[in-house]
């Protein structure tokens, strides 16, 4: 029987990098005895982990050339004060979903090694 999710490895070029990211964003702490796997510990939820990876290549959005192949979501209460936080932590934007749609509650971001991820209003 699976106890439970022990962490979500996310592949990178700077494992280091992308978990000081990550602890900001979350309020977290990193792990990294080794530079090549570092963890992001200390938040409600599955703790995120990150691989070094030779030749890595960024997903791309909204195309397939280069798949996303996963995203994370995060609920936010206040989406225009956590999107200024997450731009001046090295976030971009990628879509303003809600700015586009009516009845959308989410914008699509890219972390520093490009992968996606929602701030979802709550």
């Known amino acids: 029987m699976i106890r439970r999710l022990q962490a979500i490895a996310i592949d ?11 602890a900001e964003l979350l309020g977290a ?7 090549d796997w570092v963890e992001v510990r200390g938040f409600a939820g599955t703790p995120l982990a990150f691989q070094r990876v030779e030749g890595y290549r960024p997903p791309q959005w ?15 209460d206040d989406i225009e004060a956590d999107e200024q936080r997450v ?3 090295g976030a971009t934007v990628l879509e303003r979903t ?25």
Request: with cysteine; charged share 25%; aromatic share 10%.
């Open 12 to 22: 990178c070029p700077d494992p280091v990098r992308l978990a000081e990211f990550y």
């Open 29 to 35: 702490e990193v792990d990294a005895e080794d530079p």
């Open 62 to 76: 909204p195309g397939q050339e280069s798949p996303q192949q996963m995203h994370l979501d995060f609920d936010v």
């Open 87 to 89: 731009l001046e932590l």
């Open 98 to 122: 809600d700015q586009l749609r009516a009845g959308t509650n989410w914008r699509v971001y890219a972390d520093p090694a490009g992968h996606p991820f929602c701030l979802c209003a709550h």
